[in-house]
């Protein structure tokens, strides 16, 4: 079965997303190419500007999952476009660990939806916005597991 990833894209500030998302997980980028690191291409002239934003990079998040991303030129064609459609949901092995993504998540969020805490289909859930415009879910089911 094929491995699912998450690829996250940003409007300039990839590079410190991804600096902070590194601390959240605890891991280290797998590396990052730019913009200005492609062969130039006369019928796509490159901002000078535009050279040092990032064209992809990665952690990894777990051994099985990696978290990528890259900033959208406008002058690529697709201007970024953020909004609630999609969510990172992050399943934990326990509260503990919950409770840790939570505190890392949350630092300077947009918006936090639901605080972490107890429900009836998780022993703790939460839903954020995080200061970079992405969306996160942390689940812990615990002893409610469904049937």
Known sequence: MARVHAYLNFNGDCRQAFEFYETV?????????TYGDMPADPNF??????????????????PETMLMGADVLPGFGQPLSQGNGTYIMLD?????????????????????????????FA????????KFGVYWMIHFEGNKKMS
Do not use: W, Y
């Open 45 to 62: 002239p490159l901002a000078e500007d535009a050279k040092d934003k990032v064209m992809h990079t990665a952690i990894h998040i777990n």
């Open 25 to 33: 997980f605890k891991t280290e980028n797998l590396g990052t190419h």
């Open 92 to 120: 934990t092995k326990d509260i503990a660990e919950a409770e840790e993504l939570f505190q890392a998540l949350s630092k300077d969020a947009k918006v936090i939806e639901m605080q972490l805490e107890e429900t009836f």
């Open 123 to 130: 022993e703790r859930f939460a839903s954020l916005q995080d």
